[in-house]
Every structure is written in C-alpha cells, then in structure tokens.
C-alpha cells in the first residue's frame, strides 16, 4: 500500500501562509472527498483539523482550510503561529485498501 | 467529553501474541466506527484497522491482514485488536480513533507495543 505523497518539510514565519500538498491518484484522492488532515505534535495524541476535503470540525481555527484539485489535496494554515509547528498528515480513502496516509510533512514556525 | 484509552501493549517476542484493548467513554459506542492506527518509531501514521458500529463490516491493511484481528463489545464500550505472529516490523505506538466519515475524529493517546527477542 503506497502512501500518499507530502513533502517531507515546509516552513514559515509567524503570520506567514503556507500550503501543504497531498498527492495521490485516481484511486484515492482524485475519485473521493474522503480526504482528512491530522496535527501531530510530539507527545500528543493526533488531531483531526480538516475532513471531507473542505470541513472543519468544531473547535478547529479557521486559520486552517482544506481543498483539492483533481489528484492532490491541500492543507492551508493561513496567519501562522508558532504553535502551529507539527507534523500534518493526509489521509484518503480509497477503494482497494480502504484507508491510506500521506507520510507526513514537518512544520517548522521559524 | 469523548475518551479514549488504550491498554495492553508491551513487550513480545517475534512471532507472539497480544491483545490490545481501547476503552471509550463519553459518546455512544454503538453507533460509531472504530479504527486502530499506529506509528512505527521516527515513520509516520499507518492506518491498520477498520470496524462499524455493529461489526458488521472489516477491513485490514495488507500489512497485517490474516494476523491481526479487530473487535469489538459494544456491551462493554471497548475495541480490541489481536495481534498474532508479531514482527519487528510491527513495533509501533498503537492508537485507537473513532470513525467520521473515513476519517478520525478522537483519538486515544496511545500504546507501546515492542517486538524484540
């Protein structure tokens, strides 16, 4: 089962906008809107910020915002904080393996 | 307030057994979706697990499937996941996370499981 593909770091200064890409196929990501997005911080418990592509679950800052376009998924955390520095992951469903993660990308506030 | 706590984890040879156990409280068991994850040390998330409400319906990931097995009691508000013939491979902090719509909405903190000789 490949994962589907993030890039392994991103970084920005506080205040800063950046996007965070999720790469799939046909089978996943590009035929479902079954894609999530996961904050991961050492120590913690992962963290749903974003599913069905677009929603956001209570509780969840508008600061973060979900899209997709054919194949890839983005995750967008807009004004950015430092305690926004993480892992983030994808995940989507898809149809032979039901569920498969994105290998996770590190956010560096710097 | 949703719950989610594992228990069962620890040390075992290649080629043991364990059975974890996710206990839930704070939401209707019965009704929801249930998931074990895990995170192999210094890799990211793997999903490993799936099983409805009425465990009606099971999905495996091809790295575990036809030696782990997924339950659940409804009676008892508690998911479990039977691990035989464990492998290096599959040391990992196991995690429990309620289902919405194939996606994981609580998540539990977490359980060490070794596989070492």
């Known amino acids: 089962q490949s994962a589907l593909t993030q890039p392994a770091s991103v970084s920005g200064s506080p205040g800063q906008s950046i996007t965070i890409s999720c790469t799939g196929t046909?089978?996943?990501?590009?035929?479902?809107?079954?894609v999530s997005w996961y904050q991961h911080q050492p120590g913690k418990a992962p963290k749903l910020l974003i599913y069905e592509v677009t929603n956001r679950p209570s509780g969840v800052s508008n600061r973060f915002s979900g899209s997709k376009s054919g194949n890839t998924a983005s995750l967008t955390i807009s004004g950015l904080q430092a305690e926004d520095e993480a892992d983030y992951y994808c995940t989507s469903y898809r149809s032979s393996n039901i569920l498969v993660f994105g290998g996770g990308t590190k956010l560096t506030v710097l | 307030e949703v719950e989610l706590v594992e228990s069962g984890g620890g040390l075992v040879q290649p080629g043991g057994s364990l059975r974890l156990s996710c206990a839930a409280s704070g939401f209707t068991f019965n009704i929801y979706s249930m998931n074990w994850v895990r995170q192999a040390p210094g890799k990211g998330l793997e999903w490993v697990s799936y099983?409805?409400?009425?465990?009606?319906?099971?999905y495996y990931a091809d790295s575990v499937k036809g030696r782990f097995t997924i339950s659940r009691d409804n009676a008892k508000n508690s998911l479990y996941l039977q691990m035989n013939s464990l492998r290096d491979e599959d040391t990992a902090v196991y995690y429990c996370?309620?289902?919405?719509?194939?996606?994981?909405?609580?998540w539990g903190q977490g359980n060490l499981v070794t596989v070492s000789s």
């Open positions: 046909s089978s996943d990501v590009g035929s479902y809107n079954y």
């Open positions: 996370a309620r289902g919405v719509q194939w996606g994981f909405d609580h």
């Open positions: 099983i409805t409400g009425s465990s009606s319906t099971i």
